[in-house]
């Protein structure tokens, strides 16, 4: 049998586990979740497992997470006690672990297992609005410590061959990532500007040019205002390289998150099905 080739993403995952938060704070929310939604009914049935590059993981190498059962990680402060409690017990995907390292180790970067890492919450915000039964497999990838553009890049190239074997490559961040800047309610101008900037070269550029650009990240306009530390970037970079020269589409855009920030999300390449709003996830 032939598999549909899956999309790849680059998802903004909303503020830390929002989508247990969502009644303390009515409306932030309802944009971003209507487009988890959307990808979901996109994907339809056709997605074996998922690959998640979230921005809540560093090494310094790139690390895959390895176990059956993955366990938690309540990497947030702040917050209600019981989002402590929180729990989404979808299964790793050990042998996807594997092929994931080979990949990347065949292209000549260092990679290795990590059976202990647990799911963050830049993995199961979004992996528990889209898949709330969790029973969708995830495997994480840890972004490379030294956040080099051209080595994430290369990753991704090296990992697009997992999108024709039915996995979704995610990469989960933010499109701007300055929280007090977010809390404080000045990060509006440089929230849009920048991403101006992002659906410009995601969207309108053409494949070798957004490459550039995204190499050369930081001359683009507020690129500092808006990623101080460009953890929340770099996994659109592995999203980017496996999708090779498939076109870009912006799928989710607010200009009044939190009040003033401007957020996106991308998809690269073709949906699966079309997306349906009708069809809610419970």
Not at 9 to 35: C, I, N, T, V
Not at 54 to 77: I, K, N
Not at 88 to 99: K, M, Q, S, T
Not at 153 to 162: D, Q
């Amino acid at each position: 049998m032939t598999l549909a080739r899956m999309p790849t993403y680059f998802l903004s995952h909303g503020g830390g586990p929002w989508p247990w938060l969502k009644d303390l704070r009515p409306g932030m929310y309802d944009q971003l979740e209507a487009s988890l939604h959307d990808v979901r009914n996109e994907l339809g049935a056709a997605p074996r497992a998922v690959l998640m590059i979230s921005g809540h993981w560093e090494a310094s190498q790139f690390l895959v997470s390895s176990s059956a059962r993955p366990p938690m990680v309540y990497d947030y402060g702040g917050f209600p006690e019981y989002t402590y409690r929180i729990r989404y017990d979808a299964p790793g995907d050990p042998a996807l672990a594997e092929r994931v390292r080979d990949l990347l180790e065949r292209g000549g970067l260092t990679a290795d297992l990590d059976p202990q890492r647990g799911f963050d919450h830049g993995t199961f915000s979004l992996m528990h609005t889209m898949y709330p039964e969790a029973n969708m497999p995830v495997v994480q990838l840890a972004l490379r410590s030294d956040f080099d553009p051209a080595a994430h890049l290369w990753a991704g190239e090296l990992l697009a061959p997992l999108r024709d074997e039915g996995i979704v490559i995610v990469g989960s961040g933010f499109s701007f990532h300055d929280t007090a800047a977010m809390r404080s309610g000045t990060g509006g101008p440089a929230s849009a500007t920048f991403d101006r900037w992002l659906d410009e070269t995601l969207v309108g550029a053409a494949p070798d040019v957004r490459r550039r650009r995204l190499t050369e990240w930081t001359s683009a306009p507020s690129a500092r205002a808006a990623h101080p530390r460009e953890d929340h970037l770099l996994p659109l970079m592995v999203a980017l390289g496996a999708a090779g020269n498939d076109a870009g589409t912006r799928i989710y855009h607010q200009t009044n998150f939190m009040g003033a920030i401007t957020a996106s999300s991308f998809r690269f390449g073709l949906p699966v099905t079309q997306p349906n709003r009708e069809i809610a996830v419970a």
